[in-house]
């Protein structure tokens, strides 16, 4: 009976290094040396583009929401479809870092950093929409509840204040968490670095962290509950933005699905992000051997496994509709399909259900050009489905009296191309002052680094 | 203690009075003032202004005193904040009827009607209730000119006087004036005048029905209507219920035959035959789309069916004329229309009406009022008869054929002196008339506007408001009103009337105060010709007091006329009458419904008005049905050219069902050239083809291009939606509670206990059967609420902020038939409101009145509560729509209603500041608020009285009743947000003979 | 704390610093410290390091930030002001959860990042 088991081989996580001080000198190798001329290009491409968003956001300013498309039956257009989207793409770093820690999935070390990294960017860029799609954007602090001179509280029971409280709560949570993991880095850097500017930065950044396995104890049960609360965190956040639309009465909105298929649509569209962000760095900074195609592999195969759990999400709506008997509900998904949108309806499908198809097959799954693609698509299709939620519902809802159309102006595409500017921007100087691998975690991972040559347990 | 032992300072120098601070304290108020421009109205004119209203308000009844007061001296009989009202007179055209102008601190604010006034009973229509922006228009022209130069009036009068006096023919062209005294002070100036004469004319005129009873009865006097003794309607091209300048009284009275309380009551009948879509027939029970050529033969076949049939003539001279008549077929839509209308007509005999529009031929006019003599439309009755044979309404000679003699004497330069008083005939007439014009010597201007007959005039002055100036009219036998000012003029102008005495007392070499001398010269008129007839034993005083507070005076009626028709008339017309081909093309004209005939083309509520068949604003559109736009290979919006003979016409096509093929139809009133700022270029001036409303053979040319039209709704369909719910009477009467059955509401239940309302429970009801779409109420509401006009631009991105709209829906049951439904679609103020829910700053919460209540100031701009609003009744500010107000408009915003700003969220309050107000009135009173005490601007407004509001908690109030009606229904009720307005479902009357064709 | 000599010393592989540590705390030497460059496994055992008290407190804190925060929702909507909104009662309770709990994970997160921090180590609430 003791037959010998073979064991499958697990994939070596960290390719061609042997050396522990080699590991750091990839990593930091970025952050030694002036940018080259690529990177400077790159810049100043997503800071124009950053400028651009900023500038129809002061005219937005100036003049009124109204320079916007957004009209009477499409109150949110583009302007919460961009919201969704960034905080979409803000769940895969919270993600991976917490559920895949909470898996022991150790494949996530390589990437963690950098999807952390682009969670926060992701909400910063969301957090700017909600602000300025306000009317009145000066009052924008009447959103949180504070005593005023009106003696009116917020009113608690508005998905838009549950709004302002995920997404407070979840970028402070997520900044913290990712905080959290650069401290070790940040102390390896202050203990390399030879620039006494640099030496400053890092020493206050660190916070004196001193590598000792009283603080690694301390610091490894912190990570767990992080881990542990950011996960029904990251849940919870973009159920409640479902909410926005799943406890209003729209039809098309108003359906109980929407905070997993929301959540499932988050997990896609950043995944294909973080996909699209690591294709670039692993590139540029030559991080082959520390991101490898496995880790690729890995992400393929859950870009896949979201994409189609967002299918069955987009099926099953038609199913409700269907099945509900309820002629306005039935009437706002035929509208999806066949109204007016409904070229962007099909945009959504085939970005979101058909292209992931792809990686049924190992040789697509491990294809870079075909996985930079795919991811672009379904980054596309993501933003498609929010655009698809938002402006079909409210274009054609109850009154058929009101139904109109919505078109977007210069202003509201040149906000999106800032945000998209805004956030490569914050990326690309990321990876120039912070490591965009963990350090400390790429070396537990390596080859004999713990005693018993463990690698896949915490 | 009192106000004025109030003294407030700003510093101690000035409680000192130090003159140096006091001067520097009174710089703060100068300006450059010269009077000739008041845009840059200052402060100071600004504080001026608000004394001379307030002084103005006090005497009102009696002589407006020309000293300027200062507002700290508290002005008698005005509390600030109070309103006070005004009863005046709202004139258009030949028709007017009683107003009352609210006014707060002096300044007027509102138009509402005059309860004792016959012809309003307490409604106004559109154009009254807009008039009050039209007093505030900053566009109005401000002072007299000669030429380029500002002249002062004395110097204007001096010049005109001296030209009067050696002009060798003078001719006044004025528009229409129901005015007594006018009339009878223009006659004592044409006396004066060496050979002079005047000229009424109007675009849209009585000539013609004028001369079709000439030619029927022998007297050209046009008989009253009653709609409200009718029982069967006919209208052939009359748009009785909305265009026309009467439709008030008449939508008031058709209303009175579509009200019903139980399943007891009857319904009238309402067919048109038309080949435009008027409102009127949006309104049918009946309604077939013909080509205009078709009228008349359609007119004929009916007498004819008549006779024959029904053998409603005794004159056998009728019979073997109309035996010519070829008919239509049997069994086909048409025969079976007139054949289900002729039975109807002559089942009622003497209870039905046939109204034809009054710029139709003078033939199918003719042929009209014979069917009417036919069907006892003129009675005798007990309990009157549809047309009054003793009261006539005011009508003129005054249309283009009337014009044909002044025409003639321009193009022979005859003329050395022309007066254009009001109209504006050089839009109206065209550019031929404007060269005619410019070929007069002297041509003098007495206008509201710089239009583009002052364009041509050498001579030009600005003419009062009626609501700055005095006045009266006499609408009909038996009814003169006055008309009295409310406000000083806000600008160096002159009523037609001060003009004209100024004009006689300084060329007998009087010294002349217009205003005065115009008043004595109406309290004369009046002394002598109607409190003299009235046989009242107080003093004139006391009568002219009486008079004006009430607004209107009632005459002794002139005996009984008899209408006989005289059959000459009808061979006549059968004579003219030839069967035309039927495959030209043709265009039919109507009267704007919201700038009339291009009068109020400066008004930007009107213009935004959508109109209240097509719901297109800012344009007038060639409109034309899918199938002939088909056949011309054009698609919405496409721009056509159109000729009718030289001149062309450019109009966009709009899709429009329910019209006959080969028909297009347009609206007058739009494509101005001048007269002020907003009304400049919009839309096409289609007096350019001439000014015969219909036009056979008209050439269709593609124009390249595409025109956006702004209409603020863009699906017609109600998608078998149970919307508007609407049922037969028989279905009805079979199944009183037909929506219950309409709309399958499970039981609706809720997790939580439902919120007590303990006092007042505000709610409405809105009786969509007796609604007829006229749009009265979207512009009371706009006047009362100070809602923004955004313009076409806003409206074509679908911004526009009307808090109450008309949606309209059509149902097709066949190419030709369309039934139009209206519904009025405000905020339900539900009590479940799903738009409360969703605000995360609390900016709109529920009142414990059950109002849904909007706090501007609160309100960040979210517009997350107007997405979760299912009838879709918020309107967000997306700019800064009220930056643009121009010094005086200011005056005219009712001050009890915030000016919202960019960025907040609106909607319907109903009536808030009234619903205070009146609450307030009744705790003085120490009672509690009588039902019908509050009412919505909307409601007031109303002529149909569609809309009742008042307290669902107290179950005599007229509201609770008519919520409990079992046709009543509350839209979208299935959603469980418990709205507080309840509509009464439509209720059509089809004939069911008819009504089975369809079915 | 009376010592004034310390010994350090450098390994080259984790297994020889795990027994190396185990050793030494068999000595019964308790002030010593092991500084690695990434959590080496078995290391805390071999040190018989306590287990950390920062998950009762974040427990604590988590709980007290949704007390916090469902009680703030009940004083404002209930006793401070009370409003009709929506015909919903002042006290929506299915409403306020999605509040309640981001408070507990915000007080959460702040009660075990402050308690890891390193700055903050020798305060006493380690």
Redesign the interface.
């Known amino acids: 009976m003791s037959a010998p088991v073979e064991t499958l081989k697990r994939p070596e996580l960290v390719l061609g290094i042997k050396d522990?001080k080699t590991i750091t000198e990839i990593i930091a190798k970025p952050l030694d040396r002036i940018p080259s001329k690529s990177w400077f290009l790159t810049f100043a491409l997503t800071a124009s583009l950053m400028t651009l968003g900023f500038l129809c956001i002061g005219w937005t300013f100036y003049k009124g929401i109204g320079v916007w498309g957004n009209n009477n039956p499409v109150g949110w257009a583009f302007d919460i479809t961009n919201f969704v989207f960034w905080i979409g793409i803000g769940h895969a770093g919270t993600l991976i870092s917490a559920i895949l820690f909470l898996f022991r999935q150790r494949w996530r070390t390589a990437i963690n950093r950098a999807a952390e990294a682009m969670t926060i960017f992701a909400v910063i860029c969301a957090g700017i929409f909600p602000l300025i799609h306000l009317g009145r954007p000066w009052f924008a602090y009447w959103l949180f509840?504070l005593p005023n001179e009106m003696?009116?509280?917020?009113?608690?029971?508005s998905?838009l204040?549950?709004d302002v409280?995920?997404v407070s709560?979840y970028f402070?949570?997520s900044l913290?968490?990712w905080y959290?993991g650069l401290?070790?880095d940040l102390a390896?850097l202050r203990d390399r670095t030879t620039h006494p500017l640099k030496k400053v930065a890092y020493s206050i950044l660190s916070?004196?962290?001193?590598?000792?396995?009283?603080?690694?104890?301390?610091?490894?049960?912190?990570y767990l509950?992080?881990a542990a609360?950011s996960t029904?965190?990251v849940l919870?956040v973009h159920s409640?933005v479902s909410?926005d639309f799943a406890t209003s009465i729209i039809p098309g909105w108003h359906t109980t699905i929407f905070p997993p298929y929301f959540v499932a649509g988050a997990i896609f569209g950043g995944f294909a992000m973080v996909m699209i962000l690591l294709l670039f760095t692993r590139t540029f900074f030559k991080l082959e051997d520390l991101i490898t195609l496995t880790h690729l592999e890995n992400m393929n195969k859950v870009l896949l496994t979201a994409g189609m759990l967002v299918g069955y999400a987009y099926l099953v709506e038609f199913f409700t509709a269907w099945y509900s008997a309820n002629s306005y509900e039935l009437f706002a998904f035929t509208n999806r399909a066949t109204g007016p949108y409904g070229w962007a309806y099909w945009i959504m499908i085939f970005c979101n259900v058909l292209s992931p198809q792809l990686f049924w097959f190992k040789r697509f799954r491990t294809s870079i050009p075909v996985m930079f693609i795919v991811s672009i698509l379904v980054t596309i299709g993501m933003w498609f489905e929010r655009f698809v939620i938002i402006v079909t519902s409210l274009h054609r809802d109850f009154l058929p009296s009101s139904w109109d159309m919505y078109t977007p102006t210069i202003f509201d595409i040149g906000i999106f191309l800032g945000s998209l500017g805004l956030f490569f921007t914050l990326y690309l100087i990321f990876v120039r002052v912070l490591p965009a691998v963990s350090?400390?975690?790429i070396?537990?991972v390596m080859h004999?680094?713990?005693?018993?040559g463990?690698v896949d347990?915490? | 203690m009192e106000e004025k032992d109030k003294i407030y300072w700003k510093s101690f120098e000035e409680l000192a009075k130090d003159p140096r601070t006091l001067e520097l304290a009174q710089r703060e108020f100068m300006q450059e003032d010269d009077g000739s421009d008041f845009l840059s109205l200052s402060r100071r004119k600004f504080l001026k202004l608000l004394g001379a209203s307030v002084a103005l308000a006090t005497t009102s009844c009696r002589r407006p005193v020309a000293k300027i007061l200062p507002y700290v001296k508290q002005a008698e009989n005005v509390k600030p904040g109070i309103a006070q009202y005004y009863a005046s007179t709202f004139a258009l055209n030949h028709h007017s009827y009683g107003i009352l102008v609210k006014t707060i601190e002096g300044r007027p604010i509102k138009i509402e009607g005059n309860p004792d006034h016959p012809l309003s009973q307490g409604s106004a229509g559109t154009w009254a209730q807009a008039s009050v922006l039209e007093l505030y228009d900053p566009d109005r022209k401000r002072n007299p000119t000669i030429g380029d130069h500002v002249v002062s009036w004395d110097e204007w009068d001096k010049e005109i006087i001296s030209l009067l006096q050696k002009s060798k023919n003078i001719r006044f062209l004025t528009e229409s004036n129901s005015s007594p005294t006018f009339k009878y002070t223009l006659k004592k100036l044409l006396k004066v005048l060496p050979n002079s004469h005047w000229n009424p004319y109007e675009p849209v005129s009585q000539e013609r029905a004028r001369l079709a009873f000439k030619k029927a009865f022998g007297r050209p006097d046009l008989p009253k209507l009653h709609l409200d003794k009718a029982k069967i309607i006919l209208s052939i091209n009359s748009d009785f219920l909305c265009s026309d300048a009467d439709s008030l009284i008449h939508i008031k009275n058709w209303a009175k035959g579509r009200k019903i309380r139980s399943s007891k009551d009857t319904l009238n009948r309402l067919y048109v035959l038309e080949s435009f879509f008027s409102t009127t027939g949006s309104n049918a029970d009946h309604r077939l789309s013909v080509k205009p050529s078709q009228l008349l033969s359609f007119a004929l076949e009916l007498a004819q069916i008549l006779v024959t049939r029904f053998h409603l003539s005794t004159d056998p001279s009728h019979l073997s004329l109309l035996n010519t008549i070829p008919d239509h077929s049997e069994k086909t839509v048409e025969r079976e229309f007139l054949l289900a209308l002729a039975e109807d007509l002559a089942q009622h005999h003497g209870q039905s009406v046939v109204v034809v529009g009054q710029q139709e031929s003078v033939e199918l006019q003719v042929v009209g009022q014979f069917i009417n003599s036919l069907i006892g439309s003129f009675g005798p009755r007990v309990g009157g008869s549809t047309l009054d044979s003793k009261v006539s309404v005011a009508s003129f000679d005054n249309g283009h054929e009337s014009l044909k003699p002044l025409l003639s004497e321009l193009k022979a330069g005859k003329v050395d002196t022309l007066i254009t008083l009001g109209g504006n005939p050089v839009y109206q007439l065209g550019a031929e008339f404007e060269a005619l014009m410019k070929k007069v010597p002297n041509t003098i201007r007495l206008s509201l506007y710089s239009d583009e007959t002052t364009a041509v005039s050498k001579y030009a002055a600005p003419l009062s408001h009626f609501l700055e100036s005095w006045g009266d009219s006499r609408p009909e036998d038996g009814l003169v009103s006055l008309i009295q000012p409310t406000i000083q003029p806000l600008h160096n102008s002159r009523s037609s009337g001060e003009v004209m005495i100024s004009w006689l007392y300084k060329m007998s070499g009087k010294a002349s105060h217009p205003t005065e001398d115009w008043l004595s010269e109406i309290k004369l008129y009046w002394k002598k010709n109607i409190y003299a007839k009235k046989n009242t034993f107080g003093s004139f005083e006391t009568f002219w007091e009486g008079a004006l507070q009430d607004g209107v005076v009632t005459e002794t009626l002139p005996l009984s006329k008899a209408f006989h028709f005289n059959s000459s008339a009808l061979s006549e017309a059968i004579s003219n009458f030839k069967k035309t081909p039927s495959d030209t093309l043709e265009l039919q004209w109507t009267p704007s419904p919201a700038l009339f005939d291009g009068r109020f083309a400066n008004g930007g509520s009107l213009q935004e008005l959508p109109d209240p068949v097509t719901k297109v604003t800012w344009d007038n559109v060639a409109s034309m049905s899918a199938k002939t736009a088909l056949k011309y290979g054009l698609k919405q919006g496409n721009k056509i050219k159109l000729s009718g003979g030289a001149s062309t016409v450019t109009l966009p096509v709009f899709l429009q069902p329910g019209l006959a093929e080969d028909v297009i139809t347009t609206s007058i009133g739009y494509g101005r050239r001048a007269g002020g700022e907003i009304g400049m270029g919009v839309g096409s001036n289609v007096f350019v083809l001439g000014q015969a409303w219909q036009y056979k053979n008209v050439q269709l040319k593609k124009h390249s291009g595409q025109h956006k039209i702004a209409t603020t709704q863009t699906h017609h369909s109600m998608e078998g939606r149970p919307i508007v719910l609407e049922a037969t009477l028989e279905e009805y009467k079979k199944h009183p509670d037909f929506p219950k059955h309409k709309i399958h509401t499970p039981e609706l239940l809720?997790l939580?206990?439902?919120?007590p309302y303990t006092g007042h429970k505000w709610g409405m009801a809105i009786d969509l059967n007796s609604c007829v779409g006229c749009s009265g109420c979207v512009v009371a509401c706009d006047v009362e609420n100070n809602i923004p006009n955004v313009g076409k631009a806003q409206v074509l991105k679908g911004r526009e902020m009307q808090w109450l709209r008309l949606d309209r829906y059509y149902e097709t049951s066949s190419e030709n038939e369309v039934k139009t439904l209206h519904q009025p679609m405000l905020c339900q103020h539900c009590?479940?409101?799903?738009?409360?829910?969703v605000?995360p700053v609390?900016a709109t919460?529920?009142?414990?009145e059950g109002i849904n209540q909007m706090t501007y100031n609160r309100c960040v701009g979210t517009r997350y509560c107007a997405n979760n609003c299912p009838y879709k009744v918020r309107r967000f500010n997306y700019f800064n729509f009220n930056a643009d107000i121009e010094t005086p408009q200011e005056l005219g915003k009712n001050p009890s209603v915030t000016i919202r700003s960019r960025g907040v969220m609106e909607k319907c309050t109903f009536c808030i500041q009234r619903i205070s107000e009146g609450k307030n009135a009744a705790k003085m009173r120490g009672e509690k608020v009588s039902d019908g005490e509050i009412q919505t601007a909307c409601q007031q407004a109303c002529p149909s009285q569609a809309i009742v509001f008042g307290d669902l908690n107290d179950p005599n109030s007229e509201v609770s009743k008519l919520s409990s009606l079992s046709q009543g229904y509350r839209v979208l009720e299935e959603l469980n947000v418990?709205p507080a307005v309840t509509y009464l479902a439509k209720i059509r009357n089809p004939h069911p003979r008819l009504e089975k064709r369809v079915s | 704390m009376t010592f004034k000599k310390g010994l350090a010393a450098n390994f080259t592989?984790?297994?020889e610093?795990?027994r190396a540590?185990r050793q030494v705390h068999k000595l019964g030497i308790k002030h010593f410290?092991?500084?690695?460059?990434?959590?080496?496994?078995?290391?805390?055992e071999a040190?018989e390091?306590k287990?950390?008290h920062?998950?009762w407190f974040?427990l604590v804190f988590?709980l007290l930030g949704a007390g916090a925060g469902l009680y703030?929702?009940w004083w404002?909507?209930v006793a401070?002001?009370t409003?009709?909104?929506?015909?919903?009662?002042h006290f929506?309770l299915p409403?306020?959860i999605?509040?309640t709990?981001?408070?507990g994970?915000?007080f959460?997160?702040?009660a075990?990042?402050q308690?890891?921090?390193?700055?903050l180590?020798k305060i006493p609430m380690r």
């Open positions: 522990r509840p003696k009116i509280w917020v009113n608690f029971r998905p204040l549950w409280f995920a709560t402070m949570v913290l968490f959290m401290i070790p390896t916070l004196g962290w001193r590598s000792s396995q009283r603080c690694w104890k301390q610091y490894e049960t912190a509950i992080f609360i029904p965190l919870s409640i909410f350090i400390s975690e070396k537990g004999g680094a713990h005693p018993k463990e347990d915490i | 809720s939580y206990q439902d919120y009590d479940n409101a799903p738009c409360e829910t605000c609390s919460v529920h009142s414990d418990r | 592989s984790p297994q610093l795990v540590a410290d092991v500084f690695t460059p990434y959590p080496i496994h078995g290391l805390d040190m390091i287990n950390s920062i998950p974040s988590g703030f929702q404002t909507s401070d002001w409003l009709n909104i929506g015909g919903k009662p929506s409403a306020f999605p509040v709990f981001e408070c994970i915000l959460c997160a702040f075990s990042f308690n890891t921090n390193p700055f180590k």
